[in-house]
C-alpha cells in the first residue's frame, strides 16, 4: 500500500508539473500575439511547399503595421494572374481576390509569395525619373560600407550620360533608411543585412541588383532567404558570362594581337626563377592549397609570396612586384573555390601580364579552354601524381620552343583586365542607367529581364577534382 502510495504521488506531481509548463508555455504564446504584433519564431510550423531546402524564418517579431507594408508591397510588385508567372501548385490559381487582399492571414501569404517569381517580377506600376535641369537623375545606392569607395573608385556625386541626356548620383549607405529614394540599389557580397528589413524598406518598383565577384563558396547570404528567394533582385551583377551584367576579372580579346604576328621572340629569355606562388589567404579554400604547394616545393623550386608566402612582393608597388614575378618561368593561379567561370586576377594578371605560363586551377578545365587564350596554360588537375607534374614542367623548362609555344596566342589576341575602375566607370555605369530607362519604358505586357534560379545558378555551381585531392594525399 505505501508503494502504492507513492507511486500515486509521483504521478499526481507529473501531472501538475505539465499542466504548469502547458500554462507557461501558452502565457508566453498569448503574450507574444498581444499588443499589436504577429510572432514568427524558429521551430514555427510555417514551412515553405515550394522549397526542398528549407530555412526557418530567424526570429522575430513583426508589429502589424511591418506586415502589412511588406505584404502590400510585395502585392504590388507581383501580378498572382500573369500569364508569364508559371505556378508550381495548382491551389495558387484558386487565390480569390479576397484571399490576395487580407492582411491577417499570414500564414498563408507567407507560403506562396516564395514561388511567385520564377520567371522575374513585372514592374507594372510606372515610376518616372527625377528629372532636373531639363534631364534625368537617376539615384544608384552601392549598398556597402562608406569605406570602400576609394577601393572601387567612383566617388559619391553626380556623373552624367552624353548619350543618354541623363544623370545619375552614386551613394554608399548600408542603412535599411537610404533605400527611401533611390531608383537602383547595388547589393554588394559581403555587406551584412536582414532580408524582411531590407524588403520592408524597399518602395515599389526599386531595381535591386546582385553583386559578387567572390565564389559562392564565400558568398555570405547574398542569396536570399527561402521567403525572398524569388523577390529580392531584379538583375545579377557576377563574373558568370550569362549574368545580366557579366563583370570578370579578365577577357581575351581575339584579333588584336599584343606583339607582331612574324616577332620570334624567346619568352624564356631573363628567366632565372623556376616558379612563384602569391596568396594573402592562407586559410580559406575548398582545397589544402597551401599543403599543395609545400609538397610541390620538396620536388622544384616555388618561390612564395605574400602573406601566405615567405618572400616579400609588395602589393602596393604593383611594378616592383611585377618585376619580381617576371623573372619567373610558371606561376601557380590557384583560386580558393573549385566553381564554374570563377577565374580571378591570379591567371589574368598575375600570369599573363608579366608573360608567364600559368599553372592553373579554380574552375572546371574547360572554362579555361573557353576564356583564356588558346593553348596558353597548364591545368592542374590534369596531373594526379606530383611526379607527373614535376616531369612535365622540366620538359618545357628545359625547351625554350616548347616553352615559347604557350605565347603564340599573343601573336592572335591581347588581355584586357577588368577591375573596379573598369566596372564602375561612367561607360558602365550608363549601360545600368540605360537599362533602367528601357523597363521603365516598356509596356506592362512586355516579358520583363528573367532571373535565374539562384540555387542552381549561383549556389550549386562548385565541385572538386579528384587529381588535386590525389596530389595532395600521395
Given at each position: 500500500?505505501?508503494?502504492?502510495?507513492?507511486?500515486?504521488?509521483?504521478?499526481?506531481?507529473?501531472?501538475?508539473?505539465?499542466?504548469?509548463?502547458?500554462?507557461?508555455?501558452?502565457?508566453?504564446?498569448?503574450?507574444?500575439?498581444?499588443?499589436?504584433?504577429?510572432?514568427?519564431?524558429?521551430?514555427?510550423?510555417?514551412?515553405?511547399?515550394?522549397?526542398?531546402?528549407?530555412?526557418?524564418?530567424?526570429?522575430?517579431?513583426?508589429?502589424?503595421?511591418?506586415?502589412?507594408?511588406?505584404?502590400?508591397?510585395?502585392?504590388?510588385?507581383?501580378?498572382?494572374?500573369?500569364?508569364?508567372?508559371?505556378?508550381?501548385?495548382?491551389?495558387?490559381?484558386?487565390?480569390?481576390?479576397?484571399?490576395?487582399?487580407?492582411?491577417?492571414?499570414?500564414?498563408?501569404?507567407?507560403?506562396?509569395?516564395?514561388?511567385?517569381?520564377?520567371?522575374?517580377?513585372?514592374?507594372?506600376?510606372?515610376?518616372?525619373?527625377?528629372?532636373?535641369?531639363?534631364?534625368?537623375?537617376?539615384?544608384?545606392?552601392?549598398?556597402?560600407?562608406?569605406?570602400?569607395?576609394?577601393?572601387?573608385?567612383?566617388?559619391?556625386?553626380?556623373?552624367?550620360?552624353?548619350?543618354?541626356?541623363?544623370?545619375?548620383?552614386?551613394?554608399?549607405?548600408?542603412?535599411?533608411?537610404?533605400?527611401?529614394?533611390?531608383?537602383?540599389?547595388?547589393?554588394?557580397?559581403?555587406?551584412?543585412?536582414?532580408?524582411?528589413?531590407?524588403?520592408?524598406?524597399?518602395?515599389?518598383?526599386?531595381?535591386?541588383?546582385?553583386?559578387?565577384?567572390?565564389?559562392?563558396?564565400?558568398?555570405?547570404?547574398?542569396?536570399?532567404?527561402?521567403?525572398?528567394?524569388?523577390?529580392?533582385?531584379?538583375?545579377?551583377?557576377?563574373?558568370?558570362?550569362?549574368?545580366?551584367?557579366?563583370?570578370?576579372?579578365?577577357?581575351?580579346?581575339?584579333?588584336?594581337?599584343?606583339?607582331?604576328?612574324?616577332?620570334?621572340?624567346?619568352?624564356?629569355?631573363?628567366?632565372?626563377?623556376?616558379?612563384?606562388?602569391?596568396?594573402?589567404?592562407?586559410?580559406?579554400?575548398?582545397?589544402?592549397?597551401?599543403?599543395?604547394?609545400?609538397?610541390?616545393?620538396?620536388?622544384?623550386?616555388?618561390?612564395?609570396?605574400?602573406?601566405?608566402?615567405?618572400?616579400?612582393?609588395?602589393?602596393?608597388?604593383?611594378?616592383?612586384?611585377?618585376?619580381?614575378?617576371?623573372?619567373?618561368?610558371?606561376?601557380?593561379?590557384?583560386?580558393?573555390?573549385?566553381?564554374?567561370?570563377?577565374?580571378?586576377?591570379?591567371?589574368?594578371?598575375?600570369?599573363?601580364?608579366?608573360?608567364?605560363?600559368?599553372?592553373?586551377?579554380?574552375?572546371?578545365k574547360r572554362d579555361y579552354e573557353r576564356f583564356a587564350p588558346p593553348n596558353s596554360f597548364i591545368y592542374l588537375g590534369d596531373f594526379s601524381s606530383c611526379r607527373t607534374l614535376t616531369n612535365y614542367l622540366n620538359e618545357i623548362n628545359s625547351n625554350d620552343s616548347l616553352y615559347n609555344s604557350f605565347f603564340e596566342w599573343k601573336k592572335k589576341?591581347?588581355?584586357?583586365?577588368?577591375?573596379?575602375?573598369?566596372?564602375?566607370?561612367?561607360?558602365?555605369?550608363?549601360?545600368?542607367?540605360?537599362?533602367?530607362?528601357?523597363?521603365?519604358?516598356?509596356?506592362?505586357?512586355?516579358?520583363?529581364?528573367?532571373?535565374?534560379?539562384?540555387?542552381?545558378?549561383?549556389?550549386?555551381?562548385?565541385?572538386?577534382?579528384?587529381?588535386?585531392?590525389?596530389?595532395?594525399?600521395n
Amino acid at each position: 500500500m505505501v508503494r502504492l502510495s507513492h507511486a500515486r504521488t509521483i504521478i499526481y506531481f507529473i501531472i501538475l508539473t505539465a499542466t504548469v509548463v502547458l500554462f507557461v508555455i501558452s502565457f508566453s504564446f498569448t503574450y507574444r500575439r498581444s499588443k499589436d504584433k504577429y510572432y514568427i519564431s524558429n521551430d514555427g510550423d510555417i514551412p515553405s511547399r515550394y522549397s526542398i531546402n528549407f530555412r526557418w524564418l530567424p526570429e522575430r517579431s513583426f508589429k502589424q503595421h511591418e506586415i502589412i507594408k511588406i505584404l502590400n508591397s510585395t502585392s504590388s510588385k507581383y501580378r498572382l494572374k500573369s500569364k508569364h508567372i508559371h505556378h508550381h501548385d495548382s491551389d495558387l490559381q484558386n487565390i480569390t481576390h479576397k484571399e490576395e487582399s487580407s492582411i491577417l492571414d499570414t500564414e498563408s501569404r507567407l507560403q506562396y509569395v516564395a514561388p511567385l517569381n520564377l520567371t522575374h517580377f513585372i514592374l507594372n506600376d510606372t515610376v518616372n525619373p527625377v528629372y532636373r535641369s531639363g534631364r534625368c537623375l537617376i539615384r544608384i545606392l552601392m549598398y556597402m560600407k562608406r569605406k570602400m569607395m576609394n577601393r572601387i573608385g567612383k566617388h559619391e556625386g553626380t556623373y552624367h550620360c552624353p548619350e543618354l541626356n541623363c544623370d545619375y548620383e552614386i551613394s554608399y549607405s548600408t542603412t535599411y533608411e537610404s533605400l527611401a529614394n533611390k531608383h537602383i540599389v547595388i547589393l554588394f557580397l559581403r555587406t551584412k543585412w536582414e532580408w524582411a528589413d531590407l524588403h520592408a524598406a524597399r518602395p515599389p518598383n526599386q531595381i535591386w541588383v546582385m553583386y559578387a565577384r567572390e565564389s559562392p563558396s564565400y558568398d555570405h547570404c547574398i542569396v536570399p532567404e527561402d521567403q525572398w528567394y524569388n523577390t529580392s533582385y531584379n538583375w545579377t551583377m557576377t563574373y558568370h558570362e550569362d549574368a545580366h551584367f557579366p563583370v570578370p576579372y579578365g577577357r581575351y580579346i581575339p584579333g588584336v594581337p599584343t606583339v607582331p604576328t612574324t616577332g620570334n621572340r624567346n619568352w624564356a629569355e631573363g628567366k632565372d626563377r623556376f616558379a612563384a606562388w602569391m596568396a594573402s589567404n592562407c586559410k580559406i579554400a575548398t582545397y589544402h592549397r597551401q599543403q599543395l604547394i609545400q609538397k610541390l616545393a620538396n620536388r622544384f623550386q616555388i618561390d612564395t609570396y605574400g602573406h601566405c608566402g615567405t618572400q616579400s612582393c609588395p602589393k602596393e608597388d604593383f611594378e616592383t612586384c611585377n618585376r619580381i614575378l617576371s623573372r619567373h618561368k610558371f606561376y601557380f593561379s590557384l583560386e580558393n573555390a573549385e566553381c564554374n567561370q570563377y577565374i580571378t586576377e591570379k591567371l589574368w594578371r598575375n600570369a599573363y601580364m608579366n608573360d608567364i605560363v600559368p599553372i592553373v586551377y579554380g574552375a572546371p578545365k574547360r572554362d579555361y579552354e573557353r576564356f583564356a587564350p588558346p593553348n596558353s596554360f597548364i591545368y592542374l588537375g590534369d596531373f594526379s601524381s606530383c611526379r607527373t607534374l614535376t616531369n612535365y614542367l622540366n620538359e618545357i623548362n628545359s625547351n625554350d620552343s616548347l616553352y615559347n609555344s604557350f605565347f603564340e596566342w599573343k601573336k592572335k589576341g591581347s588581355i584586357e583586365l577588368i577591375n573596379f575602375q573598369t566596372i564602375f566607370s561612367d561607360p558602365s555605369v550608363c549601360k545600368l542607367v540605360a537599362k533602367y530607362l528601357k523597363v521603365r519604358q516598356k509596356d506592362p505586357s512586355d516579358v520583363p529581364d528573367t532571373m535565374p534560379d539562384l540555387n542552381k545558378w549561383w549556389t550549386e555551381t562548385c565541385q572538386f577534382n579528384k587529381n588535386i585531392r590525389s596530389l595532395i594525399r600521395n
